[in-house]
Structures are given as structure tokens and as C-alpha cells.
């Protein structure tokens, strides 16, 4: 009964910025942790990143890294991804997902968005 919201995508030009949000509702994720797949046209979904349920650690894909953070507000159930710097390879559906860990492939998470389309001009 997890229902996951995510929103914020748009387009951009090359070099800005975009946050998505993630609202959580009906489910207990205390202790959870929480992470941001995408999925670009004709490629498989990709992990992004990830964080713990105090936000105090975080993973990030390579291609992401130095460019985009993660991060959490429990009190409001929700989990933002702040997007700096875009480049047109970061043009894709964005999905929050969970429960994450470490060794987890998409196929892994239970609860999945809808997601939110993320586009980035030249």
C-alpha cells in the first residue's frame, strides 16, 4: 500500500538545475533506505542514488557524482534529489524506489513512482 509521488522534472538548457521530490505515504520506512533510479529512452533503468534513513550516508552513480545530492526529510516523509550542473545524458524518467541497499537492482524495489520526466537541451 506504499505510494510514492515523485516531482519537479522539466526541461533545462545544459548547465542548470532542476529538484525532484519524492513524497512517501502508507507505508513504514523508518530505517529504510530510499534511492533514485532513471530510465533514459531506449536504455535500461540506472541507479542514481541512494540514501540511508537519516540521510547520513549516501551513494551515488558515477556518472551523478559531484553533481547531484540526495537527501532526505523524514518529518515531512519525503526524499529530494537536487540536480546541478545537467547534461542532455541526464534526459530520462526519474523513479524513486525502495527498500534500497547496496547490492539491490532495480528489479529489487518494492515500491516504485510513476516517475517524472527530466529533459536537458543542448
Known amino acids: 500500500q506504499v505510494h510514492l509521488v515523485e516531482s519537479g522534472g522539466g526541461l533545462v538548457q545544459a548547465g542548470g538545475s532542476l529538484t525532484l521530490s519524492c513524497a512517501a505515504s502508507?507505508?513504514?520506512?523508518?530505517?529504510?533506505?530510499m534511492a533514485w533510479f532513471r530510465q533514459a529512452p531506449g536504455k535500461e533503468r540506472e541507479f542514481v542514488a541512494a540514501?540511508?534513513?537519516?540521510?547520513?550516508?549516501?551513494w551515488y552513480a558515477d556518472s551523478v557524482k559531484g553533481r547531484f545530492t540526495i537527501s532526505r526529510d523524514n518529518a515531512k516523509n519525503t526524499m529530494t534529489l537536487q540536480m546541478n550542473s545537467l547534461k542532455p545524458e541526464d534526459t530520462a524518467n526519474y523513479y524513486c524506489?525502495?527498500?534500497?541497499?547496496?547490492?539491490?537492482?532495480?528489479?529489487?524495489?518494492?515500491?516504485w513512482g510513476k516517475g517524472t520526466l527530466v529533459t536537458v537541451s543542448f
Open positions: 524506489a525502495g527498500p534500497w541497499s547496496i547490492v539491490s537492482t532495480p528489479r529489487d524495489m518494492n515500491y
Open positions: 502508507g507505508g513504514t520506512f523508518e530505517s529504510v533506505a
Open positions: 540514501a540511508s534513513w537519516s540521510g547520513g550516508s549516501t
